[in-house]
């Protein structure tokens, strides 16, 4: 088969990164022009590159959905977290509030202390939550456990 000579220009930057990808593939400039020519100019070249766009916003989306669902479970946790706190904290008198910021310094180093060792593990609060309501969004009703965990459980399995 004969082959026509052409002479094209073309940017400099797109000249080192032709000369690396020929280098790469240990092929001539020329075949990796011609590739890419018969890709661009193919019938199906389109499609393909219009399912592979297709593929990537579809895992896009889903991941998406993923982090709008996460960020959900976050925001109504910190606000029933807030809502429980105001609800049962009491004012306390000027004679005990040392006492009360020196404990409320070390609770919060020990949940830094539990969320870092969570974090280490690997393990996802939001994950577990999922799990736990998982059968309830199918529409079956959630099997309650033997026993019942109040996430207290959790703290003394952390603190040990």
Do not use: C
């Not at 404990?103 to 870092?116: M, P, T, V, W």
């Amino acid at each position: 088969m004969t082959r026509a000579r052409l002479n094209i220009f073309i940017e400099p930057d797109h000249v080192k990164r032709l000369d690396q990808v020929a280098a790469h593939k240990g092929v001539s400039k020329s075949a990796v022009i011609a590739a890419a020519l018969a890709s661009f100019l193919s019938p199906d070249g389109e499609d393909q590159r219009e399912a592979a766009i297709a593929k990537r916003l579809d895992r896009l989306s889903r991941q998406f959905d993923r982090l709008e669902r996460d960020q959900n479970v976050l925001i109504e946790t910190t606000a029933l977290y807030i809502r429980y706190f105001l609800t049962v904290s009491l004012p306390v008198p000027e004679g005990q509030q040392e006492a009360v910021r020196a404990q409320g310094r070390a609770r919060y180093a020990q949940f830094i202390e539990q969320l870092a060792r969570h974090i280490q593990r690997g393990r996802s609060l939001v994950r577990e939550v999922h799990e736990d309501i998982g059968p309830a969004e199918a529409g079956e009703p959630k099997q309650p456990s033997a026993e019942p965990s109040t996430g207290a459980d959790e703290v003394q399995r952390d603190s040990a």
